[in-house]
C-alpha cells in the first residue's frame, strides 16, 4: 500500500471510532467511567458514625401516639429509642441489612403499656434486621412489611439555644439508673437567662441561681438553689432532691436538637425543649 492509499486508511478509522462513540469526546471522560450514572456508594457503618436519626414516616406498623423512633450511632454500637426505653447493642451492617450484632442490652424504666410494647417489636425487628440504604440525610429501613424513613437528626431538629429555651424534665440519671418524672409530679423545669441567673421549676419548688456558663457551653458552674419550701406531693421530694444534686458546682452541657443534658459526676437530668 502507498503512503496515500495508508494516510487514506488512518483516516476513515478515526472517523468510524468517532461515530461509534456518537460524536462523544472519549477524552472528557472519567477513568473507568461509562458514561453513565456511577452506582450509589455501598452504605458502610462508618458513614452512620456520630448520627442520630429521628423517624419521619413508618409504613407497615402503628406508632404509639406521639412517639418517635431515635436510631443513634456511637462508635461501634446501635442505640434505638422510641420514648420510653433504651436499647443498645454492638452494630452489624452485612450485604446492606443493619442490626444488632448479639443480644442488645436495654434500659428497664416502666413506661405506659403502647410504648413498652413498641420497645418490644422495634427491638424484636432490628435484632432480626432490617434493609439499610443512606440517601444523603435519609436513612431507609425494610423488612418484615414495614418501611421506617428516617432523616439524620441535625437536619431534622436544629440544636435549640441553650438561654432562650424552656427546658422540660424528661429523665431523672443517677448511678447509670434512668427514671422518668413519676406521673403526679408537675413537669419540672429549667430557664437559663442572658444574665448569668438560671430559674427552676422542680415540680414543687421554684427557685433560681447564679451560673456561669463557659464560652462554648459545654459546662457551667451552678451556685446552690434557693426555693421555696412547700410541701412535696408523693415523688416530687425524689425529683427536687435531684435538681438540688445535679444544679450546685460544675456541670457539662450536652445540647442535641431539642434534647438537654446536664451532668454532674454519676447523675444528670435530661430536658426536652418546650
Do not use: H
Not at 56 to 71: I, M, P
Not at 127 to 148: C, M, P, T
Not at 227 to 242: D, I, Y
Amino acid at each position: 500500500m502507498n503512503k496515500l492509499l495508508l494516510a487514506v486508511a488512518l483516516l476513515v478509522s478515526l472517523a468510524l471510532g468517532a461515530c461509534g462513540n456518537n460524536g462523544e469526546d472519549v477524552t472528557s471522560r472519567e477513568p473507568g467511567n461509562s458514561g453513565t450514572e456511577p452506582a450509589p456508594n455501598a452504605l458502610t457503618l462508618d458513614l452512620l458514625q456520630g448520627r442520630t436519626f429521628l423517624s419521619q414516616e413508618v409504613t407497615g406498623k402503628e406508632l404509639a401516639e406521639g412517639s418517635v423512633v431515635r436510631l443513634s450511632f456511637d462508635k461501634s454500637n446501635m442505640a434505638l429509642n422510641a420514648g420510653c426505653n433504651t436499647t443498645t447493642g454492638v452494630a452489624l451492617l452485612d450485604a446492606g441489612v443493619l442490626k444488632w450484632a448479639d443480644a442488645p442490652a436495654s434500659t428497664m424504666m416502666g413506661c405506659e403499656q403502647d410504648l413498652m410494647d413498641q420497645d418490644q417489636w422495634l427491638t424484636a425487628w432490628l435484632s432480626k434486621g432490617a434493609e439499610a440504604s443512606l440517601i444523603d440525610d435519609e436513612l431507609s429501613l425494610s423488612g418484615d412489611g414495614i418501611v421506617i424513613k428516617l432523616m439524620d437528626k441535625k437536619k431534622a431538629i436544629p440544636d435549640r439555644e441553650l438561654t432562650s429555651t424552656k427546658w422540660s424534665l424528661e429523665t431523672i440519671i443517677s448511678n447509670e439508673a434512668a427514671s422518668s418524672v413519676p406521673s403526679e409530679v408537675e413537669t419540672p423545669t429549667l430557664e437559663i437567662g442572658d444574665d448569668s441567673k438560671a430559674f427552676v421549676f422542680t415540680g414543687c419548688n421554684r427557685g433560681s441561681s447564679t451560673v456561669a456558663i463557659a464560652q462554648d457551653q459545654t459546662s457551667a458552674s451552678f451556685g446552690p438553689l434557693a426555693l421555696t419550701k412547700m410541701m412535696c406531693p408523693e415523688g416530687g421530694s425524689e425529683v427536687e432532691a435531684a435538681f438540688t444534686t445535679v444544679f450546685n458546682g460544675q456541670v457539662t452541657l450536652e445540647i442535641d436538637g431539642d434534647q438537654l443534658t446536664v451532668a454532674k459526676a454519676d447523675s444528670a437530668l435530661v430536658f426536652r425543649a418546650g
